[in-house]
C-alpha cells in the first residue's frame, strides 16, 4: 500500500474501481461476442468447458496485452502489467456479465467466479467460431472506455 492523491489505496484496487465505475456507468454499452453456434457452448459437458475457459482466459490475456501495446507504444511494462490486470480479472468479468443480465451481484458468500468462467467459456467460443482478429477487433471496441478509465486512475494514483 502506497500514499496516493486517494489516500492510502493500492494501484490494483483503485484501477479496479475505476474499471467497475465505468461498466456500471449507464452510458457503458457492453455487448458479449455474436455466436453462430450457442448450443454446443450451452451443451459441452463440465470438463469441456473448463478447458474452454482456460483457452479463453489466455485468448483474453493476449488479445488485451496486444490492445495495450499497441494504443500505448512506449510504455513501460509496469504500465501494461496494472492496466490489464484491472480489465483482465474475475470481477471485471463478473461485472460485465452483471451488465448485460445474465448474472445478479453476488453476495458475500457467493464467488464471482461462476459469471467469470461463464465468460471466459463465450470468450474461447468466440475465438474458435471467429479466430484471433476478431476477438482482438471485438476486445477494442468493447474493452475501449475500459482502459481509458484505468488509464486515468493510473495517471491520478
Avoid at 482466459?57 to 492496466?83: C, E, K
Avoid at 464467488?111 to 470468450?123: C, L, M, N, Q
Amino acid at each position: 500500500m502506497v500514499k496516493s492523491k486517494r489516500g492510502t489505496v493500492n494501484i490494483h484496487g483503485a484501477l479496479q474501481n475505476a474499471v467497475v465505475a465505468t461498466i456500471n456507468d449507464p452510458s457503458y454499452a457492453f455487448a458479449l461476442p455474436t455466436l453462430s453456434d450457442w448450443e454446443s457452448v450451452v451443451s459441452c459437458t463440465e470438463a469441456e468447458k473448463q478447458r474452454l475457459e482456460f483457452v479463453g482466459d489466455a485468448v483474453m490475456h493476449l488479445s488485451v496485452a496486444l490492445y495495450l501495446y499497441q494504443l500505448f507504444p512506449d510504455a513501460a511494462p509496469g504500465f501494461y502489467t496494472n492496466i490489464r490486470s484491472a480489465v483482465n480479472t474475475n470481477a471485471t468479468f463478473t461485472h460485465l456479465m452483471i451488465k448485460i443480465g445474465a448474472y445478479e451481484l453476488p453476495t458475500h458468500s457467493q464467488s464471482t467466479k461462476a459469471a467469470a468462467d461463464s465468460f471466459e467459456v463465450i470468450v474461447a467460443a468466440f475465438y474458435m467460431q471467429c479466430g484471433f482478429s476478431d476477438v482482438c477487433a471485438w476486445v477494442q471496441e468493447q474493452y475501449a472506455p475500459l482502459v481509458a478509465a484505468a488509464r486515468r486512475s493510473y495517471d491520478e494514483w
